[in-house]
């Protein structure tokens, strides 16, 4: 282990636990050599495939030693299984969708094909997989298949132009050829930087990008994983798995087609209560009831808005999950219900990790109803943790799923409005080797039994659906809010998710973004940065640049690690305060339009944050740019990620965009010298987009669009529960000098005031016509009565459009 990642260690963990991680690393070691797997065998193709069974939705495919067998899922979704190995439970599929597709088999002198209207698939009798438009275009072939043992590996061809993106969290470029990567969910020791690999949350997914197409592929294999994507063999990606069959699905069409369709099987994230979407304050750690109370007084003498507070693990007793020290928080129900009069929620933080203690009832009933996972021996499994000597629950058991949850409930009815999950990879203490559970020990994994080489990475998963079945249980009437570190393809569906313990360094800074991308293209949305870094002291500069480009994220959250200096935002002072306070603001007001994108992940699967190359996936240009992004497909964000920076350059798609704080026009696609003082970024606004925003109650930001069509949305509802939504849309026509909008509304939500406030960009209006009325204009402002058709007429004069 790097020294410096000792030493980190030990300031975290302290002496004691240190010594005893030396006696947790040689346990691990001697209950793996006590079950000691067989050897590596060599790498062997499969022996050919002999013959075709046809099925309703596809065929399977038999050999000596291989079977593959190709559904249709639908005409533009194939699901490839070789077997022999365990099929995976379908932890990670939340709807097993089947259309009706018309399919034909045709054998092939060296094979067979199979063919629906979207996709055509060629199989060779040696386990070769080619896969084409229905016109011919070849965009994805694999070579045959191999074996080791329980393991199995292919081979894909990769195009010269071709480049890659998902995996998961990843610390590495946003287009990932090149590398190699780990899929084994692990805590990289406190803090980390650029090029750290494995880290908290994998996802065995990429999306392709070439000149014939774009496609989506997902592994539906849990075990420990390698993808070296161009590292070996630069036109080629090895993937291998440690242990079950080789199932994948293969996603073909645009590129929000792809991820809409991946996130239909696995789970469109849920609409977050609106709150979420604000600014979280936390540190590691608010030690008492009346240092919360300080700190929240002093966002209030700020000036700065808060919208949530995150408990770490001293809130608890000697670290003991689901306990509270009431010492330091005597009176922690009193605290949350002072908060949430103040628009302040409460998050408080759970380990999995349940200690060892005869006398803590949460040890107690998870012994004596068998609640903890075992080593094959039968002995309960026990490893290292902030507690100490911790047992860990089994949620591959549906019964422990259920058991867990039931621990919620005191602190739901306290007002506690959202949970932490952390240390879920699952990590332990060790002096060496691999921060985790033995390979060897034993899962339930729903009844029919398996290891920790199969469970790991679905450990912090199944942590996070227990939370949520019991969450939705507990409040019928409240959306959850969990915020985890680890999880696996399907988290989306209960958590968000935060990048860990990254350095306090601009190299990190600059990492954040293809890593927040990567997340956002692996169907995860939600998620963000410990701002400034966790495990160091940024400067002030570093500091305002980081709260910058977060303010624009899903996830917008300060922390730090225990130790480091002090990180609200007035203890930087004079102009980072002023700034900080500016930018927080401006999230306020951005808040209609965050909602409205998280609405649309529930019913599409977009993700908040996106690539530029989202815009146009067919343009080359976009396809490497890593330092900026898009929130949503209106505003253009590119942060300062330079020290000492005061412009920098930015390139703009094509189409038209305004600079978001001057109106200034612009005509992409173009590389733009921009200034950034330290107060400011750059962010630019697309043509013919209307940005809803919180300012004068509602005002909607509309801003012109010279010969085009352009669309914007706003959903509305309470904030939380389950109650009556509206959504409007906004089609926009400019033709010559009149551009017409036409609305239409869903849902039963009555709108929110008496009428709708447009400010105009890009252009003065003259005259503007509601349902055939007039109405008054004032300058910029139009304040219009809910219509189904506006007509704004244009001033001719162009040097009044400014």
């Avoid at 038999?62 to 249709?72: M, N, Q, S």
């Avoid at 084409?132 to 132009?161: C, F, K, M, N, S």
């Avoid at 949350?336 to 107690?364: A, F």
């Avoid at 909008?741 to 252009?763: A, M, N, S, Y």
Wanted: aromatic content about 12%; overall charge neutral; proline content about 9%.
């Amino acid at each position: 282990m790097d020294p410096r990642k000792w030493l980190l260690a030990l300031r975290f963990v302290g002496l004691r636990t240190a010594w005893r991680a030396v006696r947790a690393a040689w346990e691990r070691d001697r209950a793996e050599r006590a079950h000691k797997r067989p050897g590596a065998r060599p790498w062997r193709p499969i022996r050919p495939l002999e013959r075709l069974v046809p099925l309703a939705d596809g065929a399977r495919l038999t050999g000596p030693d291989a079977e593959l067998e190709i559904r249709f899922l639908a005409p533009d979704v194939l699901r490839l299984t070789w077997t022999p190995g365990r099929l995976p439970i379908p932890y990670a599929i939340a709807r097993d969708i089947l259309e009706d597709t018309r399919i034909s088999v045709v054998p092939q002198p060296d094979g067979w094909c199979l063919e629906s209207a979207a996709i055509r698939i060629e199989v060779g009798m040696d386990g070769r997989v080619r896969f084409q438009t229905a016109a011919g275009r070849v965009w994805r072939e694999e070579d045959p298949p191999e074996r080791q043992g329980e393991a199995w590996r292919h081979r894909v061809r990769l195009r010269p132009e071709e480049r890659l993106y998902g995996l998961g969290e990843r610390a590495a470029p946003l287009n990932r050829r090149g590398r190699v990567y780990r899929m084994w969910n692990l805590d990289p020791g406190g803090s980390y930087g650029p090029g750290a690999d494995p880290l908290y949350l994998g996802v065995p997914l990429w999306i392709s990008l070439h000149t014939d197409g774009v496609y989506l592929v997902f592994y539906e294999n849990p075990s420990d994983a390698t993808f070296d994507l161009g590292a070996s063999e630069p036109d080629a990606a090895w993937v291998s798995f440690a242990g079950g069959a080789l199932r994948y699905y293969v996603f073909y069409g645009s590129l929000e087609h792809v991820l809409a369709r991946y996130t239909e099987r696995t789970g469109r994230p849920p609409l977050p209560p609106r709150w979420a979407l604000g600014f979280h304050q936390s540190r590691w750690s608010y030690k008492s009831a009346d240092e919360v109370r300080a700190v929240v007084q002093g966002f209030r003498d700020h000036d700065l808005p808060l919208h949530a507070i995150h408990l770490d693990i001293d809130f608890m007793d000697g670290y003991r999950v689901f306990t509270v020290d009431r010492r330091r928080f005597p009176d922690l129900p009193d605290l949350i219900r002072e908060l949430e009069g103040q628009g302040i929620r409460t998050v408080v933080i759970l380990d999995p990790g349940v200690k060892i203690d005869p006398g803590y009832s949460v040890y107690q009933e998870g012994m004596a109803q068998g609640m903890f996972c075992r080593l094959p021996d039968g002995k309960v499994y026990r490893g290292l943790v902030w507690p100490g000597w911790c047992v860990f629950p089994d949620f591959t058991d549906p019964a422990v799923r259920a058991w867990w949850g039931i621990h919620y409930r005191p602190f739901v009815e306290m007002g506690v409005a959202g949970f932490w999950h952390d240390m879920n990879e699952p990590t332990t203490f060790v002096a060496w080797g691999e921060p985790t559970f033995p390979r060897v020990v034993r899962h339930a994994m729903e009844g029919r039994g398996g290891d920790h080489q199969e469970a790991h990475n679905l450990y912090g998963l199944l942590m996070n659906r227990a939370a949520w079945e019991a969450l939705r249980e507990l409040q019928p009437d409240r959306r959850p809010f969990l915020l985890t570190r680890s999880g696996w393809a399907g988290v989306q569906r209960y958590a968000w998710n935060w990048t860990g313990d990254t350095e306090s360094t601009w190299a990190a800074l600059r990492q954040t973004i293809p890593t927040v991308l990567g997340l956002g293209l692996s169907g995860i949305p939600y998620t963000g940065p410990d701002i400034g870094g966790f495990s160091g002291a940024p400067t002030a500069e570093l500091f305002v640049r980081w709260f910058q480009a977060a303010a624009f994220m899903p996830f917008f959250r300060n922390h730090a690690a225990k130790g480091t200096p002090r990180r609200e935002p007035w203890v930087f002072g004079e102009p980072a305060l002023s700034i900080v306070r500016e930018f927080l603001r401006l999230r306020v007001r951005l808040l209609p339009y965050l909602y409205t994108l998280a609405w649309e992940a529930t019913q599409t699967g977009a993700p908040l944050l996106r690539p530029l190359f989202w815009l146009d996936p067919k343009d080359p240009a976009l396809w490497e740019i890593e330092d900026a992004f898009l929130l949503g497909s209106s505003l253009l964000v590119a942060p300062v990620m330079e020290e000492g920076a005061r412009s920098r350059k930015v390139f703009l798609p094509s189409g038209e965009w305004y600079d978001f704080w001057s109106d200034q026009p612009f005509v992409g696609p173009e590389v733009v010298e921009v200034e950034a003082p330290l107060e400011r970024i750059p962010v630019f606004v697309r043509a013919g987009s209307i940005l809803p925003m919180a300012e004068d109650g509602l005002t909607l930001h509309l801003y012109g669009l010279p010969g085009r069509e352009g669309e914007g949305i706003l959903y509305q509802d309470s904030g939380d529960g389950f109650g009556p939504y509206r959504v409007d849309r906004f089609h926009e026509r400019r033709q010559e000098g009149t551009l017409r909008i036409r609305r239409t509304e869903e849902g039963d939500l009555p709108w929110p005031g008496d009428g709708l406030r447009f400010q105009i960009h890009g252009f003065i209006p003259a005259r503007a016509v509601v349902d055939g009325r007039s109405v008054p204009v004032e300058g910029r402002a139009l304040i219009v009565p809910l219509f189904e058709e506006l007509i704004v007429e244009v001033d001719p004069d162009p040097s009044r459009t400014g």
